[in-house]
């Protein structure tokens, strides 16, 4: 278990450093110049380059070594948790992103726990009365959500909610998961991906029922819940909690919008910060951050496999 | 299957009505809905709600402000810094200025030396009085390039060693000097008749020195914030910050030397999303806000809302073309592009209900209709033989206009080439909405940039020494170094002149005209600064710096908010 | 062997392995003996059988040594050409020499590609003809196995698992091979079926003077088309000689369970015949029992059995075979 | 190939025409065409095709055509979505966003299928080592959040890309290189190119994984057939039906994302008309003009619902062996 944790992690840590490095690379090449990014707002002649104090400040900075250099300097710092300084606002970007992670962690939790309570029982259901008006509705919803971009659907719900049946109030900023405040946002966080759950919940139960122990069991004249609970739910997990996974994944980097409508202080606000003001060691920060939890989770998903698929454990894996 | 499609059509439709009743959404603000809950106490990262007689002012910012320092002289944290940062000299609502920290001021009859003396009465919320030296201090900090304070130079430059003091080159400015304890005697290198009322704004004014200053000379970090317990000189003291979500709250300052303010609590919440904001206001969750306008604004919340107030201040908005990119460096296609817009268009699609009127020339707001300049052509026949001489009419480079960075701004920007590509056949154009997204080499590339240029206060040279003179940043950046001698000489006489002389005007609208005949700005609104409160606000208003004016009267009717 | 002549076909000590992850998080590596130092040779003309239980590494003898897998260790000969030191650019040119017929029918033909672009495509990548008479290739193929040419155009699902075989057998055919290895060509058909396709195949044999590796479980259709037997147990051989030494005297006790394991159509001697029944499963590949891999099961096995590993060895009569006490 | 060719002459001549062979495909097509919700997206995603190529010809109106005299109407027998706060035709403009999410969506689903397959099948075939780093690399970009990387992405590449288009225009003279919406066009479909072919990579490689192993394959291995004709015709066509219901599903989210983009002001540039930035447009204002806001959304979200039943029907057709209750 430990060795394939580590092995998990061998495969994952390159790739977060390359990511990183290419993102880097984007933003050292493509971005611009951090001194005059930090002083746009002032007389810029005085932050041109040539001038003195120019050419000073870039030194102190370390913006005159070779890329690379800048580079390992970036992930050893990183390493001991120093993300440097925000070009904006010149406060550590560590500070800013405790700030904002455990807020898109509790959201994506949050929605994370919505989405599968909500999610796969009604992918079950939608299973076991195919093609009957429940099978119908749920699907046609799931695929009527699906089809309305998250930025459509936040504000139709606010003023549907809030305005025209005033039943909440404007939902603005965190306030914490049972609050609510936080009715609306975790709603619209969990209505799209809850519609892939429902089809992916709803596909493995039929594909599952299909099956030649599901029929024994059925014709063994069990009643239909313990069937179904007994077994009939643990198979249909895996492909789900996969799918679980990649909801996680997306969540946590903190859905930009969603961030952007309700105001929430997470880190998806903090990547469209770094983007409007160009702020790359702000966003670096944020990617890095992200990518971390995105391993994690990915490293949870691959453990979690075997122990809700026991054929899993006895199986061979390797190339055969 | 066909079951599926019934459901998505029936759902499908429930959403369009439901949304086209979404218009009557815009409830007139006076009628607010009676079966709404209670919910005002449902701000993020506020303590427990407090008791209901309060009187507590929502503010919504539309930004998230991480740095709320005083000395920043620019952003959405300085609009409201009047709330806790008294002026140096205020500005009343009819453009009279009227004693603050400065009780009094007096000129050598040349104009270069100025002396102020500081109101004995005014003290720091920790009960020190507010000294020479502060002043002195603040206005020496706020020169330092580290500081980045973005106006400092509307207000300072001229003062004998300012020059040095923002090259970063002294930390001090010898041109101020402490008399005693409650005056300062200010020299400049030329006669500024007008320097009162230049340095007439919260912007610069005084902090408690020995908190901002540190031993090298440069800002303290944070000093500002709440958790450090500034000194602070306004009618209100903040006791809560939260810099992650924009959020402070300010309570009454018990050592405030003027009338005593009337609201219990001030909250500034951040709220980035208009539409979200706009829903808060409607639902009394929020009482003003300080973003920019929407085209639809008029409608959710009435003339009433986008008002200003009667301040003769405007703030002209233009787009300033840069004269030394192609095509711009040829004045005939620049002509051509000047004539070919018509300002009025612009101006009522993005401002459909005002406030302000249509753009003009730059000094019209000011010095009214009498004896000015006449406004820059819209013709588009002579736009397009203007253009037939252009040496770039074949191989039009692309055009990028920066500073749609609001919807109204955008707005203006997508009639703007419209009206181009109509009357000049312009096809390639592109928006930056802000410019520092733009690489440095691509920052070069931008010909024309959408800006406001303030008068600040009623001074025709004043206007023009900001805006088109070669020394100032707009001609500087904006303008592409724009440089007219003939223009320059004359602003430079015009602002030696006593505000009495008529030359002082003459002079100025002489340079202007000389402007307009280079064609490098496209007049697009000249508008005050907008209120956007709820009806239930009183005695709100703002001046030409956007700031509260008599913040302390700023009052909540109760009665009236929907609860 | 006593033969002295060149034989066309020969494997030596050839051993395929499978390096394998077990457990839920792959913790413990383990390798799967699939081929464990088979040796043989197939003289030209012959037909040699290899029986054996199902997963003891029969078919993948025969994989490998096409160099369908290549072999961990050990050489494959095809008239003294090393085809395991050839890359599989060098080795293209001997393929169409050597073919094979696979089990299942149903799944051995391109299910998106008509019959006669199946047949043409070896033909044509080996240039054996041009596009002008690849056609006219293609039907004789197709009127050897039985199949007239309205086969052309259609696709393999409309065909049944008979015509699908023959399909398979044409398509072997088409690149003029000299060898085939049939990997259990019949043991998915219908019983009624099988007949045919041996008969088919014995007949293309005589015609094109073909050698075949004939793999396969039922011991009665070897002994009917094979001249030669090969039974192997658990990834090794256990004994290998004629037909006849095999049928009528095995040697190894593996081969006389299995033997015994035949119905005999006689059912006066079918009702008395005693019937050697082996005692277990069949063990895994991945941890085979030490010693002899068959002592477990083996009904004479002695302690030495345990420890040491059989030789494969040559008996007085021509016959190989690898155990201790035979 | 050439024997297809001279075989079909051999049928015209020998088989008659109710023994024509009916092929796969035809078959999954046929089966298609049996489901009324795929028949039905189908008829959707041809009349949006229709209107993304003649949609402009066909327009009472110019799309950019601003007429402020009637600004912000409602729907009316002029303008049939009435007209936005410009006064330009909002039907004009729906129909021009047809044809920018059309053009982005194809491009994106052909070039990064085309990106997919290449590499899951190299992938696949191959094997081992070049499999390894092949799918290393693909988890990662899967594994990161698509906008987020897509807005870094088109923040980072725009600076670039511009001064490129510029260089091409400096020594071609051409002045397609000057077109701001072919900037955009291209940097919106390169940045959900970049995020979007690593579905199909993996798909395909799972797919040629199992192909692989397929007898047909073997067989086509040992009559010595050359690689590439193994990869292009034994596995390719075999593993290519989850990929082609990848597309259609796929087409549905490039939309999304360019809308995506486009509404956060990174995609396709005003005036130039999306979806993306018509909601945006839309949602600052929907209180009072509804219209602006649900016309591109309705649009957006029947054309995402279509590709999806559409990648349903294809699921359905192409993998006949799934179970049907």
Known sequence: MIRFILLRLLRWLPGVLLLLLIVYALMFYGGGDPIQIMFSREATDLFQPGNPRYEALKDKM????????????????????????????????????????????????????????????????????????PDNLILGGALFFWGIPTFVIAPLLMVLLCLQFPILPVPHGWTGVFTVNAIIPLTVAAIRPMAIVIRQARSAVLDVLSEDYIRTARAKGLPEWVTITKHALRPVLTPVVTQMGVVMTNLLAGSLLLEIVFGIPGIGRLIRDGILNNDYSLLLGCVLVVLTMVTLTNLLVDISYPLLDPRLKQAQRGDV | MRRISSVLTVLLIAVFVLSACGSPAAVPAENPPTNAPAATEAQPGQPAAPA??????????????????????????????????APTIQADRTGNFTPAVFASWSSSPDFKVW????????????????????????????????????????FLSGIVGYDEAVAGNATTLPGIVVKDASTLEITLKAPDPVLFKRIATNLIGPVKISQARGADGQEVADWWHADNKPAVSGPYMPVLMDINTGYSEYVPNPYWWGPKPKLDRIKIVAVEDGATAALMMQKGQADINFSNDLPTTFDQFGPEYVGTNESPDFVIQVFWINGSVPPMDDINCRTALVMAVNSDEMFKASHPHGPGVAGTTLLKPILGDKETNQPPMNNPDDARAAFAQCKYKDAMPKIYVAGTSNPQAEL???????????????????????????????????????????????????????????????????????????????????????????????????????????????????????????????????????????????????????? | ?????????????????????????????????????????????????????????????????????????????????????????????????????????????????????????????????????????????LKDVGLSEKALNRYPHEFSGGQRQRICIARALACEPEFIVCDEPISALDVSIQAQIINLMQDLQEKYNLTYLFIAHDLSVVKHICNRVGVMYLGRMAEMGTKEQIFAEPKHPYTRALLSAVPVPNPHIEKTRKRQVLAGDVPSAIEPPSGCHFHPRCPIAVDRCKTEAPEWRQMDDGRWVACHKA | MAPASTIKKLTDDGVTADEKAIGIWRDSFDRLLKNKMAVLSIAVVVILFFFAIFGPYLTPYDFLKQDLSIRGQPPSADHWLGTDNLGRDVLSRVIYGARTATLVSLLVVVLSSLIGVVVGSISGYFGGKVDFFLMWFTDLNMAFPNLVLGVVLAVSL??????????????????????SSLLDLALVIVVIVLVAWCPYARLLRSQVMAVRNYNYVLAARALGLPTFTIVTKYIIPNAIGP???????????????????????????????????????????????????????????????AFSFLGDGLNDALNPRQWKG
């Open chain 1, 62 to 133: 370390g913006l005159n070594r070779p890329f690379l250099v800048q580079f390992g300097d970036y992930v050893w710092k990183a390493a001991q948790g120093d993300l440097g300084l925000s070009l904006a606002d010149g406060r550590p970007v560590m500070e800013s992103i405790s700030a904002a992670f455990p807020i898109t962690l509790s959201i994506a939790l949050a929605a994370t726990a919505i989405i599968a309570l909500v999610g796969i029982p009604l992918g079950v259901i939608a299973a076991l009365n195919q093609n009957h008006w």
């Open chain 3, 1 to 141: 062997m006593t033969s002295t002549s060149q034989p066309l076909i020969r494997a030596v000590n050839l051993v395929k392995y499978f390096p394998v992850r077990l457990g839920a998080y792959g913790e413990k590596k383990a390798i799967v003996h699939a081929v464990d130092n088979v040796s043989f040779e197939i003289q030209a003309g012959e037909t040699l059988g290899l029986v054996g239980e199902s997963g003891c590494g029969k078919s993948t003898t025969g994989f490998t040594f096409l160099q369908l897998h290549r072999p961990t260790s050990g050489k494959c000969y095809f008239k003294d050409i090393d085809l395991t030191a050839l890359s599989e650019n060098e080795l293209r040119p001997f393929r169409r020499k050597i073919q094979i017929i696979f089990q299942d029918p149903y799944s051995t033909l391109n299910p998106r590609m008509t019959i006669g672009a199946a047949l043409a495509e070896p033909i044509l990548a080996h240039k054996l003809a041009t596009k002008e008479t690849v056609t006219e290739r293609v039907v004789t193929l």
């Open chain 4, 243 to 305: 990929v082609i219901v990848q597309m259609s599903a796929g087409m549905g989210s490039a939309m999304l994302t360019e809308s995506a983009l486009s509404f956060l002001g990174i995609g396709i540039q005003p005036p130039i008309p999306s979806w993306g930035n018509m909601i945006n447009e839309g949602l600052r204002q929907w209180t009072s003009a509804p219209h602006l806001l649900m016309a591109p959304a309705l649009v957006l979200g029947l054309m995402t619902v």
């Open chain 2, 115 to 154: 002396t102020f003396k500081i109101d004995p009465k005014a003290v720091f919320s920790d009960g020190s009085p507010i000294t020479a030296d502060d002043v002195k201090g603040t206005w020496e900090l706020s020169t330092q390039p580290l500081t980045k304070h973005q106006r400092v130079s509307l």
């Open chain 2, 52 to 85: 209901a007689a309060e009187k507590i002012l929502t503010i919504i910012s539309p930004t998230v402000n991480k740095d709320l320092s005083p000395l920043r002289g620019g952003g959405t944290a300085v609009r409201f810094l009047s709330l806790w940062w």
């Open chain 4, 158 to 179: 725009r600076p670039p890309l511009s001064r490129w288009m510029e260089q091409m225009y400096l020594s071609t003279l051409n002045p397609v290189f000057r077109q």
């Open chain 2, 412 to 563: 203006a920007a997508q009639i703007l080439v419209e009206q181009w590509r109509q009357v000049l056949g312009i096809q390639e154009t592109e928006f930056v909405p802000a410019m520092d997204k733009l690489s440095v080499a691509d920052q070069g590339k931008v010909q024309v940039f959408r800006d406001d240029v303030g008068t600040r206060f009623a001074d025709a040279p004043t206007m023009l020494k900001n805006s088109v003179h070669s020394g100032s940043g707009n001609a500087q950046s904006k303008m592409g170094n724009y440089n007219n001698p003939d223009v320059d000489r004359l602003i430079d006489e015009a602002l030696m002149l006593d505000p009495t002389d008529p030359n002082r005007n003459l002079k100025a609208l002489e340079a202007e005209k000389l402007v307009m005949t280079d064609y490098v700005y496209i007049p697009w609104v000249a508008e005050g600064p907008m209120m956007h409160h709820m009806p239930w606000v009183l005695n709100f208003a703002k001046n030409y710096d956007w700031q509260i004016i008599d913040p302390w009267n700023l009052d909540l009717d109760l009665t009236k908010r929907p609860q």
